[in-house]
C-alpha cells in the first residue's frame, strides 16, 4: 500500500475515534448521576420538613445538563393543595437550601388572574407565561411557603410573556397599553415588563418580539 495512502488513512482512523470518544463523553455528561438525584432527594425532604408542611410532595428531580440554572441537580416538588410546581436546590453562593415555590405560585396566581384579558383581546389561541426574574424572591422578602400571601402585597415587576400564533397587527400595541392599564387600575400589578411574541404552532417565529416595561 502507497506510504501517503497509509498516513492519510491513520489520521483519519484517529480523527473518527477522537469523534467517537468525544460522542461517548457528551452522551455519558447528558445523562444524570443517580446517586447525586438521590441526595438531591434526601436534602430536599429534610428541607421541606423544616420550612414546609405535609401538603408537599417530591415527585422528581431535575438535571441542568446545559447549564440553563445555577444549579446542577434540584428536586420537583409539588403543592398538593394547589398544585403549583417549584424546584428545591443547594444555591452555592449562599451555600443553603433554597426553593422556588413563592416565585413560581405568585407567577400561577398572576397567570390565572390575567388569562381571561388575554385570551379575550389576543384570541383564545394566545397563552400568557409569567415569571420572575429572582426565583428565590420569597426568601428575600421573608414570605413564608406556610403563608404565601399574594403578590399584590409587595412591589414586585415580574415579566409577563404574551404568545399570539400569527404575525404583528396594527392593534397590538393599543392592547398591550390597555393591558398595562388594566393591571395597574385592578392593583394587580404596579411594575413589571409585558412582551409580545408571534410564535406558531409549530414554533415557527412570525414576527419581531417586542414589550413594554412599567
Given at each position: 500500500?502507497?506510504?501517503?495512502?497509509?498516513?492519510?488513512?491513520?489520521?483519519l482512523?484517529?480523527?473518527?475515534?477522537?469523534?467517537?470518544?468525544?460522542?461517548?463523553?457528551?452522551?455519558?455528561?447528558m445523562?444524570?448521576?443517580?446517586?447525586?438525584e438521590?441526595?438531591?432527594?434526601?436534602q430536599?425532604?429534610?428541607?421541606?420538613?423544616?420550612?414546609?408542611?405535609d401538603?408537599?410532595?417530591?415527585?422528581?428531580?431535575?438535571?441542568?445538563?446545559?447549564?440553563?440554572?445555577?444549579?446542577?441537580?434540584?428536586?420537583?416538588?409539588?403543592?398538593?393543595k394547589?398544585?403549583?410546581?417549584f424546584?428545591?436546590?443547594?444555591?452555592?453562593?449562599?451555600?443553603q437550601?433554597?426553593?422556588?415555590y413563592?416565585?413560581?405560585k405568585?407567577?400561577?396566581?398572576?397567570e390565572?388572574?390575567?388569562?381571561?384579558?388575554?385570551?379575550?383581546?389576543?384570541g383564545?389561541?394566545?397563552?400568557?407565561?409569567?415569571?420572575?426574574?429572582?426565583?428565590?424572591?420569597?426568601?428575600?422578602?421573608?414570605?413564608?411557603?406556610?403563608?404565601?400571601?399574594?403578590?399584590?402585597?409587595?412591589?414586585?415587576?415580574?415579566?409577563?410573556?404574551?404568545?399570539?400564533?400569527?404575525?404583528?397587527?396594527?392593534g397590538?400595541?393599543?392592547?398591550?397599553?390597555?393591558?398595562?392599564?388594566?393591571?395597574?387600575?385592578?392593583?394587580?400589578?404596579?411594575?413589571?415588563?409585558?412582551?409580545?411574541?408571534?410564535?406558531a404552532?409549530?414554533?415557527e417565529?412570525?414576527?419581531?418580539e417586542?414589550?413594554?416595561?412599567?
Amino acid at each position: 500500500m502507497n506510504k501517503y495512502l497509509k498516513i492519510i488513512l491513520g489520521v483519519l482512523a484517529v480523527i473518527i475515534l477522537g469523534i467517537g470518544l468525544l460522542v461517548v463523553t457528551f452522551v455519558l455528561e447528558m445523562k444524570p448521576n443517580k446517586d447525586e438525584e438521590e441526595k438531591i432527594k434526601k436534602q430536599a425532604e429534610h428541607y421541606l420538613e423544616d420550612e414546609f408542611n405535609d401538603n408537599f410532595e417530591i415527585y422528581d428531580t431535575l438535571y441542568d445538563n446545559m447549564g440553563n440554572f445555577g444549579f446542577d441537580y434540584a428536586a420537583k416538588v409539588r403543592d398538593k393543595k394547589v398544585g403549583t410546581e417549584f424546584l428545591v436546590f443547594y444555591d452555592d453562593e449562599t451555600e443553603q437550601m433554597v426553593d422556588t415555590y413563592i416565585a413560581d405560585k405568585w407567577a400561577d396566581d398572576l397567570e390565572a388572574e390575567i388569562s381571561p384579558f388575554i385570551k379575550e383581546n389576543f384570541g383564545k389561541a394566545a397563552y400568557v407565561h409569567v415569571f420572575f426574574t429572582n426565583d428565590n424572591i420569597g426568601q428575600e422578602l421573608g414570605v413564608s411557603p406556610v403563608n404565601p400571601r399574594s403578590f399584590k402585597e409587595f412591589d414586585v415587576a415580574p415579566t409577563i410573556r404574551i404568545t399570539v400564533p400569527r404575525k404583528w397587527s396594527d392593534g397590538d400595541e393599543k392592547i398591550l397599553n390597555e393591558f398595562i392599564s388594566f393591571l395597574k387600575s385592578e392593583d394587580k400589578l404596579q411594575h413589571g415588563s409585558a412582551f409580545l411574541e408571534y410564535i406558531a404552532e409549530n414554533g415557527e417565529i412570525l414576527d419581531d418580539e417586542w414589550g413594554k416595561e412599567f
